[in-house]
């Protein structure tokens, strides 16, 4: 629970209204009651912030004069959010476990002879951390998490519940592996002889920077030879699957089904949105935006903003544009033949 005037100073923000005003809570403009705080970041929400309870309202300046209750002004309303939402989370002290994260090892964990456990770390019950593993000071191992030979989870990393780090996997300080992330899984490696698939051994392992999060359900594989590389503040969704040989650069963003398919390269400072894909043995500039369902079929050079795919429309019309699509070839020979200029339809 804050004053106004405490969670102002908090987040480092000027403010109106009562400086005594009790802040218990953090909640959107529709559902916050007179003892929350609220936030505005996109105008089309105006209307809430008219009608809104809420005691007071994270928004830019220029809401300032609309805003029926007090305001925390901020140059960035949902910047200043996220550094609110720590505030009023009860787990945020402990990497979103439990409160009151207990230090050791636990009854019931398995620490394996040769395994370096820091003395201020936790290893919950059920978690299992294999012999020439390494936990660093502050981390936090949850139950049923397994830590294999040769990892390393540095300071103040999480790992929830039931996440597999498989051998020679490296957590830089600060990480969060989320429940059931699988991290240096096998590579889909496999070379075609006479008597079908041969498999290619992943020797490799999977080197993660500082301050990266990785969403539920995703799979990072390790390298073949090299390690998979995935560099400072990246953050990854859930159900995720990046392929082995992968380099992704730092502050690069994620979202959810994304697949990177294995040895492509992606630049700093992306985001690639839900359901992108990626084939193989590209690359990716830095600061490029992928836009959702998008499919990356060749290296892209130049930073901006990049889709494929066909919008959403009514089932009828989307059937006769699709239809359309495979004439678009023979319909182009006829235009060239109509203008009189030769025809490079069939070039790459």
Request: proline content about 3%; hydrophobic content about 40%.
């Given at each position: 629970m804050?004053?106004?005037?405490?969670l102002?100073?908090?987040?480092?923000l000027?403010f109106?209204g009562?400086?005594?005003?009790t802040?218990?809570g953090l909640?959107?403009l529709?559902?916050?009651?007179?003892?929350?705080?609220?936030?505005?970041?996109n105008?089309?929400y105006?209307?809430?912030?008219?009608?809104?309870?809420?005691?007071?309202?994270?928004l830019s300046?220029?809401?300032a004069?609309?805003c029926?209750?007090?305001?925390l002004?901020?140059?960035?309303?949902?910047?200043a959010?996220?550094?609110?939402?720590?505030?009023?989370?009860p787990?945020?002290?402990?990497?979103?476990?439990?409160?009151?994260?207990?230090?050791g090892?636990?009854?019931?964990?398995?620490?394996?002879?040769?395994a370096?456990?820091?003395s201020?770390?936790?290893?919950?019950?059920?978690?299992?951390?294999e012999?020439?593993?390494?936990?660093?000071?502050?981390?936090?191992?949850?139950?049923?998490?397994?830590?294999?030979?040769r990892?390393?989870?540095?300071?103040?990393?999480?790992v929830?519940?039931?996440?597999?780090?498989?051998?020679?996997?490296s957590l830089?300080?600060g990480c969060?592996?989320?429940?059931?992330?699988?991290?240096g899984s096998?590579?889909?490696?496999?070379?075609?002889?006479?008597?079908?698939?041969?498999?290619?051994?992943?020797?490799?392992?999977?080197?993660?920077?500082?301050?990266?999060?990785?969403?539920?359900c995703?799979?990072i594989?390790?390298?073949?030879?090299?390690?998979?590389?995935?560099e400072?503040?990246?953050?990854?969704?859930?159900?995720?699957?990046?392929g082995?040989n992968?380099?992704i650069?730092?502050?690069?963003a994620?979202?959810?089904?994304?697949?990177?398919?294995?040895?492509s390269?992606v630049?700093?400072n992306?985001?690639?949105?839900g359901?992108v894909?990626?084939?193989?043995?590209?690359?990716?500039?830095d600061?490029?935006?992928?836009t959702?369902m998008?499919m990356?079929?060749?290296?892209?050079?130049r930073?901006?903003?990049?889709?494929?795919?066909t919008?959403?429309?009514e089932?009828?019309?989307?059937?006769r544009?699709?239809v359309?699509?495979?004439q678009l070839?023979?319909?182009?020979?006829?235009?060239?033949?109509?203008?009189?200029?030769?025809?490079?339809?069939t070039e790459?």
């Amino acid at each position: 629970m804050y004053s106004l005037a405490e969670l102002a100073d908090h987040l480092g923000l000027a403010f109106t209204g009562d400086a005594q005003l009790t802040i218990s809570g953090l909640a959107s403009l529709r559902s916050a009651g007179p003892q929350d705080i609220s936030f505005l970041s996109n105008k089309k929400y105006l209307t809430q912030l008219q009608s809104t309870a809420a005691a007071a309202v994270i928004l830019s300046p220029e809401f300032a004069p609309v805003c029926p209750t007090a305001c925390l002004l901020a140059d960035d309303p949902y910047l200043a959010l996220a550094s609110a939402s720590r505030l009023f989370d009860p787990f945020a002290g402990c990497g979103g476990i439990a409160p009151g994260v207990v230090i050791g090892v636990a009854a019931g964990a398995h620490v394996a002879a040769g395994a370096h456990v820091h003395s201020q770390a936790a290893v919950a019950a059920g978690a299992v951390v294999e012999a020439t593993a390494v936990v660093e000071c502050g981390a936090v191992i949850a139950a049923g998490a397994y830590i294999g030979h040769r990892c390393k989870v540095g300071p103040d990393c999480v790992v929830h519940p039931g996440a597999v780090l498989h051998s020679n996997v490296s957590l830089g300080r600060g990480c969060v592996v989320h429940s059931h992330a699988v991290i240096g899984s096998e590579g889909f490696g496999f070379a075609r002889s006479a008597r079908g698939w041969e498999k290619i051994h992943q020797l490799g392992g999977v080197r993660i920077g500082e301050r990266v999060e990785i969403g539920a359900c995703t799979t990072i594989d390790r390298g073949t030879l090299d390690d998979t590389v995935i560099e400072d503040g990246v953050i990854i969704d859930n159900q995720v699957q990046i392929g082995h040989n992968c380099h992704i650069g730092a502050n690069t963003a994620i979202a959810g089904c994304t697949g990177l398919a294995g040895s492509s390269i992606v630049g700093a400072n992306c985001t690639l949105a839900g359901g992108v894909g990626v084939v193989g043995h590209v690359e990716i500039c830095d600061n490029v935006h992928v836009t959702g369902m998008t499919m990356v079929t060749r290296s892209i050079t130049r930073p901006g903003s990049y889709s494929s795919g066909t919008r959403m429309e009514e089932t009828a019309p989307w059937k006769r544009n699709a239809v359309r699509f495979s004439q678009l070839e023979s319909m182009a020979r006829r235009l060239a033949a109509l203008q009189g200029r030769p025809d490079h339809t069939t070039e790459e």
